[in-house]
């Protein structure tokens, strides 16, 4: 009778021990969601800086074009004779 109460004593401790545990993976799993959520944000702010350059450089090229075109433009007038 004795050693089912110490038994009993001993399945109680082991599942308190259990519990514990799970709390701390739980606070654990907490604490990655919410440093994985940090890397998101600034995962998310560097595809909008990427976007955002990528954007002023095609305006750019554009304009650079636009620029040599101008140049060829010009280069290919005949001068005139005065």
Not at 64 to 71: A, E, G
């Amino acid at each position: 009778m004795l050693y089912i109460y110490l038994m009993t004593i001993v399945m109680g401790l082991h599942g308190m021990q259990i519990e514990k545990q799970a709390a701390e993976i739980r606070q654990n799993l907490n604490t990655m969601k919410n440093s994985f959520g940090d890397y998101l944000s600034i995962w998310d702010t560097l595809g909008n800086h990427l976007r955002n350059a990528q954007c002023k450089h095609d305006e750019g090229q554009k304009k650079l074009d636009r620029f040599v075109m101008q140049l060829d433009q010009i280069q290919q007038k005949e001068p005139e004779s005065v």
